[in-house]
């Protein structure tokens, strides 16, 4: 279901690319829309769901149905609450997140940006409300492995802002056409709040919100929620710095770094996210029953399986930068030039691609054991490597230093998380690895080698017409994986090996 979602991304971001590019006023929609998805990684799944579904995971172990009500009820009212006052305020002062956000274009005079993106920003806010609810629906579906559910919901968004796209823009002055992709995220996050409801109701576990249910289990929450708040947000703030920093740059480098960062979320998503969504509920399961050797081993599987899909995702992403580009987005307003800033971020955003996944998966390593602090702390050292190494990387690669400093710095947060659950006793590797590494890698090369040989250079795909470069980036792209597998084959490696759940 993450992969159908993925899907529909691709082809919302195909069409707005096409009617948008990377203009001023898409450079405006991705800030106004990227400050409440930074919250929204904090109060939805990003940070909410990793401190509440370790306790959720653990009252339904260990709790009456009654008690497990509770604690949803108090919960929902609690962060409801929150999300409420959050989304007044943001409204109310969404110039000067604008002019905070992107300060490039507050110093450098361009008003024009600045109350485009303000105008989007107040409509795109209350999103957080909606979708940070959706989020704690999702989390107790999850926790019950109703996986299915919560993971196609963001397909409503895509078609939402694809709609918006294609039938409400023309409805606006030309000028402010953007402005409709705005009341798309608006309308999305409420839809998909609305969509899982029934699939609550037949769980027998619609939160009433209610305040004084279960003080105790919702304190615990916040306890945990406290660092996690600051991992995430150091997370995001990488992020927003990135956004900050491509505000002095040229115009269309927000949009650029946009665009890549779009690209590598497909595999990210896909795989890592839906990797660690579903190992955390079992692993908090797994950690509140005291079953050592269950929980390393689900952690070690998805530890395998990251090796084997996010490394070969990563090395064809970097060896297909440009035909991907061209072929998907180089349309309408999306230019060559386009496609060759765009590369330039891409390429090294997919070098970090296999430590964004890794973060993803050893933080669930965590936030299991209901320890939050501790990837706070690595997070926050990550952090300050980012922007030292973003104001290195600039002043010679751009925009495409930017992308390249947030790979090195998700390198250096996913190496520390490895060493401190290995130190903390959180996680004993099964045996057999080497000889797994060794196999990934002889395919890894064999791939990557008749790639780089065989595929045309990217002068012939800006020749060709549309099919025929759709037609020649799936040859390619299953070329490359049938090359993978057959050579994982060969070496011995069965896809009942590849595929096991623990």
Known sequence: MTSISRVFGLVRDVVVASLFGASLEY?????????????????????????FVPVLSEYKETRSKEEI????????????????????????????????????????????????????????????????????????????????????TPVLLNISLIICAIWLAPQFPDERRIVALAWGVLIAGIVQLFFQFPFLQRLGLFPKPGFKRDPEGTRRIIKLLIPVFFAISITQINLLVDTLIASFLTTGSISWLYYSDRLVEFPLGAFGIAIATVILPSLSSQHAKESIDDYNHILD???????????????????????????????????????????????????????????????????????????????????????????????????????????????????????YLKAKHHYESQPGWSLYLLKVAVALVTMAVLLRWLVPEAELWLNWGVMVRVMQLALWILFGAACYFIVLFVLGLRPSQMTEHP
Not at 34 to 48: A, D, K
Not at 75 to 93: C, D, K, M, N, P
Not at 113 to 138: C, D, H, N, V, W
């Open 301 to 419: 599987w998805a530890l395998r399986l990251l090796c084997l899909i996010i490394f070969p995702a990563a090395v064809g992403l970097v060896l297909l930068v440009q035909p991907i580009l061209t072929t998907i987005f180089q349309n309408g307003e999306f230019t060559a030039f386009d496609v060759q800033m765009s590369g330039f971020s891409l390429a090294a955003y997919a070098l970090g691609l296999p430590a964004f996944v890794l973060i993803k998966i050893l933080a669930s390593g965590f936030f299991s054991r209901q320890d939050t602090r501790t990837p706070v702390k690595i997070a926050a050292f990550a952090m300050i490597c980012n922007i030292v190494i973003n104001l290195i990387l600039v002043g010679f690669l751009a925009h495409a230093g930017l992308a390249l400093a947030t790979s090195l710095s998700a390198y250096i947060n996913a190496a520390l998380l490895y060493k």
């Open 69 to 152: 009500q509770d604690l949803l009820d108090q919960t929902s009212a609690t962060l409801g609450l929150s999300l409420l006052v959050t989304t007044i305020i943001g409204v109310l002062i969404a110039p000067l997140l604008i002019s905070i956000f992107a300060i490039g274009w507050f110093l450098g005079d361009e008003y024009g940006k600045m109350e485009l993106a303000s105008q989007m920003l107040r409509i795109t806010f209350p999103y957080l409300l909606f979708i940070s609810l959706t989020a704690f629906a999702g989390g107790i579906l999850n926790t019950y492995r109703q996986f299915a559910v919560p993971a196609f």
């Open 27 to 51: 450079d405006a929609y991705v800030v106004a829309f990227r400050i409440p998805n930074f919250l929204r990684r904090i109060f939805g799944e990003g940070g909410f769901s990793q401190a």
